[in-house]
């Protein structure tokens, strides 16, 4: 269903070289192709897979009028002129999704077009998707289990030096020249130097870990001024870069207010500011529908799906428990289902029934694939489960840290308090 998604439409006019006329109408931008709508009849008088073009260039009619030419397979050459809202906002966005379609895989495109598949594939498929969500799940989980550990040393930092506070209070507390200090019978027990290997383990490790990075093309506030550019997503938040990896503005994982899904294809994002105007940036690229799964796991609280992607989504979220309850009834009979062959005989029901058990629902390459990203899938949840394990000790550890340092504190303020 993806490929029949109109990712952007701008009005325009098409050359009709055999009329010598201008046709007003609507160019519309496919994930896989480029198409062109009369105005008048509502007909489609171009239809052009991305993967057909062999250049798109920025060119004049009549050396007057600006125009993008459109260059496909067999030297036939389209032009599109009166383009709104400018020519370099359409163009931007056309090149980067013919450019991202060209560098992908050689079976990407085949992916995205709809073509006939078997019980298998779909199963396959399945797998394969509930796979990759699980393993960017491990991912930032793991950039969050160092960010604790980043936490840790810097708790186990901070009571080195209120060790520190407390031999300085104490000195000052019962001074050398006093009398019946404890200096006179007591040697200054030896400090081992913790404070620079706690320095040198205080960087925060995972705050600056980054989970994905994808081309995009980058709009603020007005659709005309859109060029090419970079999102990052981090696990401390998101990163805007131009075309030379300049940073254009940083969105701090709590400052970040909202994330508006308008497509599978483009998204929002914006950060609220008290007597300024809000920073906010349109983000649109042929590599988000890999990210939004991404985001929703990084800001599941503040990311909003629209009304087109929220159709998107059911439609997407039915098929997949259509295909799920599918899986877990053929399942028992993956491997029996060649094995009996013996049927009562007579009636049209019987035969096909008999046809029905001889064809296997699944080739002996697609069960082993499925073997082995169930295989995949097991190994995974077992590390997810050890690593939440592992950090909620480390969360129990940090809850105790933070008592111990709160009274320490409190404890030789008040010495503080006395000694003054």
Not at 276 to 287: H, L, N, Q, T
Not at 374 to 399: H, N, P, S, V, Y
Request: charged share 25%; net charge neutral.
């Amino acid at each position: 269903m993806s490929g029949d998604v109109c990712i952007y439409s701008w009005p325009c006019s098409y050359y009709l070289d055999l009329e010598k006329r201008w046709v007003p109408g609507k160019l519309s931008l496919l994930p896989c192709s480029l198409k062109f709508t009369t105005d008048r009849a509502g007909e489609v008088l171009v239809g052009l897979p991305l993967s057909s073009i062999v250049e798109i260039r920025k060119e004049a009619s009549h050396f007057i009028f600006s125009a993008i030419t459109v260059l496909e397979k067999g030297h036939l050459k389209h032009w599109f002129g009166s383009l709104r809202p400018s020519r370099n906002a359409v163009f931007n966005i056309i090149e980067h999704f013919w450019r991202e379609l060209l560098l992908s895989p050689p079976g990407a495109a085949a992916e995205v077009t709809p073509s006939p598949t078997t019980r298998g594939q779909e199963l396959t498929g399945l797998m394969a998707s509930s796979q990759r969500r699980l393993e960017d799940t491990a991912k930032v989980l793991h950039h969050q289990g160092e960010q604790l550990d980043s936490v840790m040393k810097d708790l186990e930092k901070m009571d080195s030096d209120l060790d520190v506070a407390d031999r300085l209070l104490t000195e000052l507390e019962s001074p050398s020249w006093w009398p019946f200090s404890s200096k006179l019978w007591k040697t200054p027990v030896e400090v081992k130097p913790r404070e620079s290997t706690s320095m040198a383990g205080s960087e925060p490790f995972g705050k600056e870990g980054v989970v994905a990075k994808i081309p995009a093309i980058i709009s603020q506030r007005t659709e005309f001024h859109v060029k090419p550019g970079r999102l990052t997503i981090l696990v401390s938040g998101l990163e805007i870069h131009d075309s030379s990896s300049l940073l254009l503005h940083r969105f701090e994982r709590e400052d970040l207010d909202d994330i508006k899904v308008h497509s599978p294809y483009e998204i929002s994002i914006r950060q609220r500011f008290i007597g300024r105007p809000d920073v906010a940036y349109r983000v649109i690229s042929a590599k988000m529908p890999e990210v939004i799964p991404l985001l929703e796991v990084q800001f599941n609280k503040k990311i909003e799906l629209l009304q087109e992607a929220s159709v998107l989504r059911s439609t997407g979220a039915s098929s997949s428990t259509e295909r799920s309850w599918s899986f877990w009834h053929a399942a028992p009979r993956l491997r029996g289902c060649t094995t009996q062959r013996e049927l009562p005989a007579g009636g049209q029901e019987g035969g096909q029934l008999q046809l029905q058990r001889d064809q296997p629902l699944l080739s002996e390459r697609e069960t082993q694939e499925l073997t082995q990203i169930l295989t995949k899938l097991k190994g995974l949840a077992l590390d997810t489960e050890t690593e939440l394990e592992r950090q909620d000790e480390a969360l129990g550890g940090i809850t105790a840290a933070v008592d111990r340092a709160t009274l320490t504190v409190d404890k030789h303020n008040r010495r503080m308090k006395r000694l003054t």
